[in-house]
């Protein structure tokens, strides 16, 4: 990278940030840049998290994105993407949001984890995932896009910190041994009626697959997991738009409920 590069990339940070701010949506960026690199994107989503960090916002976890094929279909691209959780984006289930404050959002219904421990490094397993959760849960993710429109490559989608604007935790429980998350099914119903199903199999075969991926990702860039820290494994059906004057709500069959108000 040139210093040309580190200029470009502090400026489409900032005007990430103010698109977001201004509810004023910008061109995605591989318009101008079309074979924009993924190490490019993701420093572009460093230098925005950097930014909300020094004006407050602390980190406390990670998401993976498009781990399913429903997603993956949806959102044109062939692969997973990651990006940071501040704690401004954190919601407890139940709480009220407003419609009027995103742009084009949507939602999701996911699986999701705190760690008890650190996760770190390469050619992890299942087990060593598995062994790292401290708890489990549902969790309702709001996407939104501070571009101009959801046709954004998984370049775009990534510098825009994996399209991630809120996330509503369900209540926490210990992850059971005799819990198959892969079989887990999940119902999302929009003021009462079903609009979306799915199983944990659906992200990677197993939600704990998502959990080694990020994981081996963040370990190429010498971060890791870390102890406390929650995890989005990723959605399980194809997002559904979010309207106003809608409840949101999830579902399975071994984890309490989760639930969203939008005004």
Known sequence: MDERDDRWIAATASALLAAEYE?????????????MPLETAYRV????????IAGGARVVGHKAGATSTAIQEQAGVDEPDSGV??????????????????????????????????????????EEARAAV??????????????????????????????????????????????????????VSVNGTAVATGEGRAVLGDPLRA???LAGRLHRTGEGLRAGQLVLAGAVHASVPLEAKT?????????????????
Request: glycine share 4%; aromatic share 4%.
């Open 23 to 35: 509810r004023e949506p910008i061109d995605a960026l591989t318009v101008r840049r079309p074979r």
């Open 45 to 52: 989503q460093a230098a925005t998290v950097e930014r909300r």
């Open 85 to 126: 959780l501040l704690d401004d984006m954190v919601l407890p289930t139940g709480s009220t949001m407003a419609r009027s404050a995103l742009m084009q959002p949507r939602v999701e219904a996911e699986l999701a984890f705190r760690l008890g421990c650190d996760l770190a490094g390469p050619d992890l397993g299942l």
């Open 134 to 187: 401290k708890e489990v849960f549902l969790a309702l993710e709001v996407i939104d896009t501070r571009f101009t429109s959801w046709r954004i490559t998984i370049a775009d989608s990534i510098a825009d910190n994996a399209s991630c604007a809120r996330v509503v935790t369900g209540p926490m429980v210990p992850l059971s041994a005799d819990v198959d998350l892969a079989a887990e099914p999940l119902v």
């Open 211 to 213: 959990l080694v991926w």
């Open 247 to 263: 409840t949101i709500h999830a579902r399975s069959l071994h984890l309490p409920p989760v639930e969203l108000h939008v005004r």
